[in-house]
């Protein structure tokens, strides 16, 4: 399940009936407060305050306040309040447009994914997983979220970060669908904005940075030529160990 800001209810991954009054107005679990939006120009750094949630970079911990950087700009400290690579578990994943149901979560193939998934993200824990990076991309990637994010109701020491490819990433997405994400990324303990506007690298860039910050990458994969192989192929460059889970394709039957 998946809850919208203003508690209605949507589709996710539902191992297991959650409490409703757990997520009543105004008592996120993890709500995250008003960040700063940061560009650079040059070596300037700018920031402005903004309420805004997307584009923006902070770390916890390191101080009593958030600091707001860019992935580009992260100093040594910064780096080293982050969790440890070896506690650390990316994702990558087709979107949407790619999967055989579509926006369709009610689909039991569907379904079975966003199990495997859970499955996978319960099993990582178990082996010392606490960190989970997800890109924030439509179709798996919120699968995914919606699995770490239900492991930290049981587990609070988990964490999870968005790692955000480029500022308005969801900004021509339906209108249901950005809504689900801005409400997803008030639920994040991290935020990491790779740069401001799009180029046509940036999703690369971003999943490259997921890698490198990960001992572990879960993959929905079915040998389709696009990001999802290629961020397989930079993960096995980099020696991560790999939890492939399948596309069921096959036709559903009436």
Known sequence: IFFHPDCTVGTGITPVQLALADFTAGRELHPAPKTSRFSCLTTVCIIAQCPEIAS????K???GAFLTRTMDASTEKETAAMPERE???????YREHKLPWGSDESDPRCRKLQQQIFDAVDAVYADGIRHFICGMANGC???FFDAARYLRLSHP???IEAAIPFSGQADRWRPELRARYDYDLRQCDYQTLVQETYTPDCMMR???YMVDASRILIAAFDGRPGGTARTLEYAALRKLEIIQLPIDRAPVEL
């Open 56 to 59: 923006t970079f902070f770390r």
């Open 61 to 63: 911990g390191l101080t």
């Open 87 to 93: 506690h650390t578990c990316c994702f990558t994943g």
């Open 141 to 143: 990637d919120l699968y």
């Open 157 to 159: 020491e988990v964490t």
């Open 206 to 208: 971003r999943n490259r």
